[in-house]
């Protein structure tokens, strides 16, 4: 795939221009509609999630003269968690995704209170002993296509409730309980909602 280059921070354009090497750690959040490069049609980019929160990488955006846009996967934007990578291809007017996002393995959370499920997470384990919480999902669009497993641990008596982000459902409820030790849902995202599997 060629050399690791210079970490990149997230912008809306980014710049590859003088920083070598075709494989890149991207630092910061900032949503990326954009790419400008010294590197030839037809060359392999990877781009890998620094950041703890991650960053959005947005599809077909307009971006500033002199940057070319992105064509992705599912025609829609997406989203990297830490440590996720994407690979594109340059090409004369874009840079176009050639595979799946390659996820991360930092994927099992625990949670003990009232909290939002950390992007990346496959499985939220939570441990309501010391009392009832509410765990929110991510917001759906960053994360269509994903399925997250949430399971209540404990034996106490304490509901673990399962809220979907902002106006978001799941099933078409605003809400799902976990009642009893070792309940669980797979919740997966359709980009607008959450669905029970």
């Known amino acids: 795939m060629g050399n690791k280059g210079a970490n990149l921070a997230s912008a809306a354009d980014m710049d590859f221009t003088g920083t070598g090497g075709n494989f890149r750690n991207v630092t910061g959040t900032t949503g990326v509609d954009g790419m400008t490069d010294s590197i030839q049609s037809g060359t392999q980019i990877v781009l890998r999630a620094n950041d703890a929160n991650g960053f959005r990488i947005l599809h077909s955006a307009t971006p500033s003269a002199g940057y070319d846009p992105f064509v992705l996967e599912g025609n829609h934007d997406q989203y990297l968690a830490q440590g996720d990578t994407i690979h594109l291809v340059k090409d004369a007017t874009s840079r176009t995704q050639t595979a799946p996002i390659q996820r991360s393995n930092n994927d099992v959370e625990n949670y003990t209170s009232v909290d939002t499920i950390i992007i990346g997470t496959r499985f939220a384990k939570c441990n309501a002993t ?22 209540k641990v404990d034996a106490s008596v304490n509901a673990v409730t399962i809220d979907g982000n902002g106006a978001e459902t799941i099933n078409g409820s605003a809400t799902q309980t976990l009642s009893a030790q070792y309940d669980f849902m797979n919740v997966v995202s359709d980009g607008a909602n959450w669905f029970i599997t």
Do not use: H, N, R, V
């Open 130 to 151: 010391s009392a009832p919480f509410t765990i929110t999902t991510p917001l759906a669009a960053d994360l269509e296509g994903q399925t997250i497993q949430i399971m």
